[in-house]
Nanobody, 121 residues
Framework: QVQLGESGGGLVQPGGSLRLSCAAS???????MGWFRQAPGKEREFVAAISWSGGGTHYADSVKGRFTISRDNAKNTVYLQMNSLIPEDTAVYYC???????????????WGQGTQVTVSS
């Protein structure tokens, strides 16, 4: 069992940046880690994922070039750097762990509780 806890969300103006963190309760070096998001009235969607060692990353087309996922296995922590934020990025952002690359919610094994990101002027 892995417990995940996100932090770093908040209110930011369009064009601004935020850095989300996801801290795990134990070692995550054997897990792919990912970020998903869910806007009001919409389904949860894939944002980004990173391989066990951090050598491979995957992004949704909507965030490619603006978001960067990274991990620090020594700290059992995953990050999501979000730049050039737009109102359409407003959502609850969730951290997830899986045994292999997961780009759909039902492929993930563990979830955090989520952190709200609001992009508005």
């Amino acid at each position: 069992q892995v417990q995940l806890g996100e932090s770093g969300g908040g209110l930011v103006q369009p064009g601004g940046s935020l850095r989300l963190s996801c801290a795990a309760s134990r070692r995550i070096s054997s897990y792919f880690m990912g970020w998903f998001r869910q806007a009001p009235g919409k389904e949860r969607e894939f944002v980004a994922a990173i391989s066990w060692s951090g050598g491979g990353t995957h992004y949704a087309d909507s965030v490619k070039g603006r978001f960067t996922i990274s991990r620090d296995n020594a700290k059992n922590t995953v990050y999501l750097q979000m730049n050039s934020l737009i109102p359409e990025d407003t959502a609850v952002y969730y951290c997830a762990a899986s045994g292999s690359l997961a780009t759909a919610p039902d492929e993930c094994d563990y979830w955090g509780q989520g952190t709200q990101v609001t992009v508005s002027s």
